[in-house]
């Protein structure tokens, strides 16, 4: 497929331009949403039920939206396990799905009764947190412990609810591994993280070759 043709000063030509009312559907093979808002993060989380049954689950609507205190998101498409025990006990971890990792996070996406353990599923240990009673996933290498702040179900733009539930939480604990840590800071593609991209099977990992570096520029003088 040959790149877009740009028309100068004026971004890309209408003729060239695929326009759909996502109300009407975009007549594509697969949804683009997911791929053009992409790679996204994997939000794999640990929740634990208020009786104390443990759940793992990954979510791709998920990211981090502020520094300090750190503030967290990830929506779910239904009011699934996850969204449930968040609500009820007002705590759940992140865990980073890296290379080694992804498999074992892709078998937790299933559909199961609620009694079933997605830590035996994916063959993967629950380790104690700290801040939290919620465990993390001992093999991930980075997991944030969170405390619930909102748990929030969107809405159109005419006010009408949908089935979409949207947990919010202030991270209260940081598990970084060692090896991750290179001059005093972190290291993002040592830990090799995968992302969702599009469609229904498509990821992609971060890798050293990709970085590239760009400053912020400084305050423009309007003078």
């Not at 060239?16 to 053009?36: C, T």
């Amino acid at each position: 497929m040959e790149a877009p043709q740009l028309v100068a000063s004026q971004g890309v030509a209408d003729d060239d331009i695929h326009f759909y009312e996502p109300a009407r559907g975009h007549g594509l093979a697969h949804d683009p949403l997911g791929a053009i808002v992409g790679p996204r993060p994997i939000g794999w989380i640990s929740t634990r039920a208020a009786d104390g049954r443990l759940n793992l689950a990954p979510y791709s609507f998920f990211n981090i939206f502020n520094y300090s205190p750190p503030v967290l998101a990830f929506s779910s498409v239904g009011f699934k396990d996850t969204v449930r025990n968040a609500r009820e006990t007002g705590e759940f971890v992140w865990n980073l799905v890296t290379r080694d990792l992804c498999e074992r996070m892709n078998l937790t996406s299933a559909e199961v009764p609620a009694d079933v353990d997605e830590f035996a599923i994916a063959g993967v240990d629950a380790a104690s947190s700290r801040a939290v009673s919620v465990p993390r996933v001992a093999q991930s290498p980075v997991s944030f412990e969170c405390r619930v702040s909102d748990v929030i179900q969107l809405r159109r733009a005419n006010g009408s609810a949908i089935d979409t539930w949207m947990v919010v939480g202030e991270v209260v604990g940081v598990h970084i591994a060692r090896g991750l840590l290179s001059d005093n800071a972190y290291a993002t593609a040592a830990a090799r993280p995968v992302m969702r991209g599009g469609g229904p099977a498509d990821y992609f990992e971060i890798e050293e070759a990709a970085k590239f570096k760009m400053a912020r520029p400084k305050a423009l003088n309007r003078g």
